[in-house]
């Protein structure tokens, strides 16, 4: 590039021969220099800035795209995901203690009609409602032929029913994946397990929930995908509930009882084997809540766990357990029994009169409503309170069903000494079955508390204790004489050494107004063997009535408890439990040193 | 030794396209594997879920108390009751003269697991 100079020779000269000022010239090219310089640096920051302006354009506009494309496309999985895309049932699976199948899920698929794309409604109609007998041909056709444009047919179908809808060959007919819970068993277990239904349903897929029992308590957690379909595990045993429920259904038609209700479980870890209540109902076909009639004789109602009943003479031993806990009698101790016993004007009196005095043991051998209330009387209010209510029998059982919560017991508003009376022979409280399984399995377990469960423990409960080792051995002592000769004769069954005490309550009338002459609730809460005990058994009837003889007998010894034996001798062996030989009782060793 | 570069470059360049070429169409296949085998997987859960449900509702106790019933002629099955449980003095002792000899040792449990 050639540089102007700054001061040219000739027009120096020429400026200087003029008399000008020659620096003027200097100046103003010094001017017209700058000048040019900055129109170049402009240029050149223009070019700069248009570049970044186009580089901001392309990188803003494929963000953009992309987002578009993002917003635009449907979802795909990564395919190359490494989490090994586990394909799982939506809704895991619900085994017994052993691995059997209680709960599970079947493919089937739902049919839904659009009726704009269908070619022929009419024969569609037709042949629809051959199919399925409960559907109507003239209101199909009139839903195929009006205004709507989709509707559901049908919520499940069989292959065959599928294949016959195939069959008819209309493209407006279409089907749509679900999965249905099924209970392969049917009735068994039917108030543990509760049933499903769908919840949200859309044409690809539809949501399975639990409606109630185990199905709805741990609904979050069968669905859990993290949980990637881990069976729920139970402490039913399938063999023990199918023969339990067969052997209580054939005791409740043999006592014409309206219902029963039977608990088997274990005493060291507090499982539930086998939960019954009778009537039932299939869980694959779930019937809707009655509206009219009493909630408790609906089929859905669990008298196990919602049943709330005075439960009789059952009570007896927690009281004579908390006298001998508490030193104020031992199982030979006499009480005056002469009847009958008045409180104000309130009498208690006895089934039959059994003398002047009885020991301890007898009074619970014989049931005797006036020893326990004199027993009761001497034990106190706050102490009985304090007992019962470490058995659990103030508040519903912590067992895993929804309508565990609905077993709240219900105790006297004023709880005064003639309440103690009453209650310790088991009238004034009334409680679930569920609830006296549990006290009597902490009776039975030594003396400590146990929580019913209904999901699999590996070992046993470490509650709090509530009463000795020694009360718990003298009480159940007392409950095999029971058996042995006493009140539960009937539930004697050789090999076993059965314990327990029966009760009957007469039956509050529903509208309020006293009891029921002719109505009975008929408990049997038993241990086996009773020298060392496993299980706990409970078995109620609702208004049992043998009539075998000249009257009806509808005490628990007559009623309950011949079906509790029969129980016991069909559920016993498939426990593992074979017949043993009774040890003899032996005298109690007292350490002595010389 | 310039040009030399220029041809090296130009040459690993070509060579690396190719291998990444080929590696992506392997991923892509063994992708497209996994695929059909999460859809063999899934078919294969899908059966077998349907077989256990076939499998539990055959096995349900009602249908094997049914069978049970009406196959008594042959069978004689009853239900497990504590009279079935022996004992070990109700089996007879081996007869003395036996000539069953025992040559290998073999381990005898007194308890009997019965689950």
Redesign the interface.
Known sequence: MIRTPLRPLARILDARSKGENPDAIERENIRLRHEEMRDRARQRAEGRLLVLGLFFFCAFSAVGMRMAALSATEPTEP??SAAG?A???QRADIVDRQG??LA????TYALYAQPTEMIDPEHSATELARIFPELDRESLLKDFTGKRKFLWIRKKLSPEQKQAVHDIGDPGLMFGPREMR?Y???H?AAHVLGGAGFGREGVHAAEVIGVAGVERQFNELLRDPANEGKALQLSLD??VQ??AE?VLSGGMKLMNAKGAAAILMDVHSGEILSLVSLPDFDPNDRPRPPTQGHAADSPLFNRAVQGVYELGSTFKIFAAAQAMELGLANPSTIVDIRGPLRWGKFKIRDFHNYGKELTLTKIIVKSSNIGTARVAQQIGVDRQKDFLRSLGLFEATPVELTEAGGGKPLLPKNWSELSTMTISYGHGLSATPMHLAAAYAAIANGGTKVEPTLLKRDKAQTGPRVMSAQTARAARMMLRKVVSEGTASFGE????AVGGKTGTADKPKENGGGYYDDRVIATFASMFPAYDPQYVLVVTLDEPSENSGDKPRRTAGWTAVPVAGEMI??I???L?L??EIEPDTLADITLTSN | MRSFFYIFTALAVIGLAFWAYQENYKTQAALDQTEELQAAIGQARSRLATLKAEWAYLNRPDRLRELADINYDRLGLLPLAPEQFGKTDQIAYPALNSSYVITDPVDVSSSEELQ
Request: no cysteine.
């Open positions: 395919r190359a895309a394909i799982m049932a059997r199948i599970t899920n079947l493919e099924l392969p068993n049917g068994l399938l063999s199918a023969a067969r069954v050789p090999g076993y001798r069909r016993a062996p498939l593992g074979r017949p």
